[in-house]
């Protein structure tokens, strides 16, 4: 079953912050994130696993609470290049198999 | 290091015809994964490989989707025959494949299908 984004869209100066929900009403493994410019390939943000080991490569952070099955993508201070869809995945407890939410708009303006 | 490489990247076709689309992963990944990505929405499995084997097709319409691996390298997905609802971007991703983990997965930029 999808996991569920919110919200779907939003909109930012530069500088500003967001938060990206997504829950599962699943146990879950752990969660993925991913970043999409228009016309092109989604782009590896970070994955949480159960426990709290956090894997990225990326100054934008995120959390996963594993009892809830949520995560939340914190976008801080935000830059233009944070524009993009953000997409996050959750990979059930086998371990293999991840499926996408439907994605989060946004846009950061200047 | 080249990343995953995926052609045609357009291809415009009339209903009823076939398509195919071909990808070539990552060097070294075992894992090959197909998506579907309607517009606005999030990538959908359609088929995954490990290998040269196909361990998750559940989600492949079999009645006109068909994929292949070949020797556990390149893939090829294909449609036959396409009908309108098709049209979407197909997504091949690869991974190094860990056991037990699903990791990070290498998206190509996709072949966007129309069927007309």
């Known amino acids: 079953q999808q996991p569920v984004q919110s919200p779907q869209a939003v909109i930012l100066r530069e500088g500003e912050d967001a938060v990206i929900n997504c829950s599962s009403s699943k146990a879950l493994y752990s969660v993925h994130w991913y970043r999409q410019k228009h016309g092109e390939a989604p782009v590896f943000l970070m994955i949480?696993?159960?426990?709290?080991e956090q894997k990225g490569h990326e100054k934008i952070s995120a959390s996963f609470n594993e009892k809830k099955q949520q995560s939340s993508l914190y976008l801080t201070a935000s830059q233009l290049s944070y524009s993009g869809t953000y997409f996050c995945?959750?990979?059930?407890?086998?371990?293999?198999?991840?499926?996408f939410g439907g994605g989060t708009r946004v846009l950061v303006k200047p | 290091e080249a990343g995953v490489v995926q052609s045609p990247r357009y291809k415009i076709i009339e209903k009823k015809q076939p398509v195919a689309f071909w990808c070539n992963p990552i060097?070294?990944?075992?894992?090959l994964y197909w998506y579907l990505q309607n517009l606005g929405q999030g990538p959908e499995l359609l088929i995954r490989y490990e290998n040269e084997e196909a361990v998750d097709d559940s989600q492949l319409p079999k009645d006109r989707f068909s994929a292949e691996r070949l020797k556990g390298v390149d893939s090829t997905l294909k449609i036959q025959p396409a009908e309108l609802g098709d049209s979407a971007v197909y997504l091949c991703a690869s991974s190094p494949g860990i056991a037990g983990e699903v990791g990070e997965l290498f998206f190509g930029e996709g072949s966007r299908l129309t069927v007309l």
């Open positions: 949480l696993l159960k426990g709290g």
């Open positions: 060097s070294g990944h075992n894992t």
């Open positions: 995945g959750t990979e059930n407890p086998a371990g293999n198999k991840l499926t």
